[in-house]
């Protein structure tokens, strides 16, 4: 197995099968500091460095969160606009990356332009975690859906997926690129302008992924083990920041999962993932059923951020 020690985490479409699994062990391995709330001192004399030119809760305050568990320190920007890549300057990101890189130890970096981070890393001399690229990738939202899915069903083989949501999304070329590696097979639910791209289907064709593209999430639920959605009302992921306009629409059944599908046709083991912000394609009151595990993500967030941030620091092995 290649080294994680000072390897950027930029795709999941490079990351091997028995990296995945090492991944989850050391996410294992270290659950117990955030389970007990404590912060330890793994990563001491270290530094993140967070560059985001996105919005997010999640993803950032689960890295930083994941560096505060194991003792580092944690610098850096949540708003480009407040820096001079920002303003009158545009600063380009390898001028912006040739100060980071002396500031911390791991950048982690959310942009707006797909391919951001892996140009980052091209400048950097440190590693880079890419946590969103335009449309492009979100891999440590994925590794988290993965774990989550492989301790709440044991295994990754022999399951059903069921992506229901806009197939342009970075989540979802993430997971198809991962499903690469595992006996996966994947029904795909989309709107026809929101589906997936050609060349990125000649992509995982070339690298065997199963899938199926379906009209209606309702005609498949009943055969998924695992529901992966994203919205279909949707934020333009090429901008730095897209505010909501007065009108909202409303996502047609076709791409919803409602709790009285799930009563009716879902297996009774299915879980229900979501990287969220959700819209009104997950209601609410799908929170309350057994099959909702989205909150457990959250949890599994930040450990999936810390076994990351240990590992390309070399801090575990
Ligand atoms: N899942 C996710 O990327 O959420 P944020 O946009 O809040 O980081």
């Known amino acids: 197995m290649r080294s994680f020690l000072g390897r950027d985490i930029l795709s999941l479409k490079d990351f091997e099968r028995n990296e995945f699994l090492r991944v989850f062990q050391v996410c294992d391995d270290l659950t117990p500091i955030a389970r007990d709330r404590r912060n330890g ?54 001028d912006t990356v040739h100060m980071l890189e002396y500031y911390g130890d791991v950048i982690a970096m959310r942009h707006f332009q797909q391919g951001a981070p892996e140009e980052a890393a091209r400048w950097a001399s440190v590693p880079i975690i890419n946590c969103g690229d335009g449309w492009g990738e979100h891999p440590t939202q994925v590794l988290t859906d993965l774990y989550t899915t492989w301790k709440e069903l044991g295994t990754l083989d022999g399951l059903k997926f069921l992506l229901v949501g806009d197939m342009r999304m970075r989540t979802m070329h993430s997971i198809l690129y991962a499903f690469s590696q595992f006996d996966i097979e994947a029904f795909v639910v989309a709107p026809e302008e929101m589906s997936l791209l050609p060349e990125f289907k000649a992509e995982i064709d070339g690298l065997n992924v199963r899938y199926r593209e379906v009209a209606t999430a309702e005609e498949v639920v009943g055969e998924a083990d695992v529901i992966y959605m994203e919205p279909v009302v949707q934020a333009d992921y090429t901008k730095g920041r897209d505010e909501r306009g007065e009108q909202v629409g409303l996502t047609p059944a076709a791409y919803k999962i409602t709790r009285e599908m799930m009563r009716d046709k879902a297996k009774p083991g299915a879980i229900i993932l979501h990287s969220l912000p959700r819209m009104d394609e997950l209601p609410a009151d799908v929170d309350a059923t057994r099959h909702a595990r989205y909150w457990t993500e959250a949890f599994n967030g930040v450990v999936m951020r810390m076994a990351l941030l240990a590992l390309v620091l070399g801090a575990a092995e």
């Open 41 to 94: 001192d793994l990563l001491a004399n270290k530094t993140l460095c967070t560059a985001f030119y996105q919005p997010s809760t999640r993803t950032r305050l689960a890295t930083e969160a994941a560096m505060h568990r194991l003792g580092g320190h944690v610098l850096g920007f949540s708003d480009a606009k407040m820096t001079r890549a920002g303003d009158f300057y545009q600063e380009s990101i390898k």
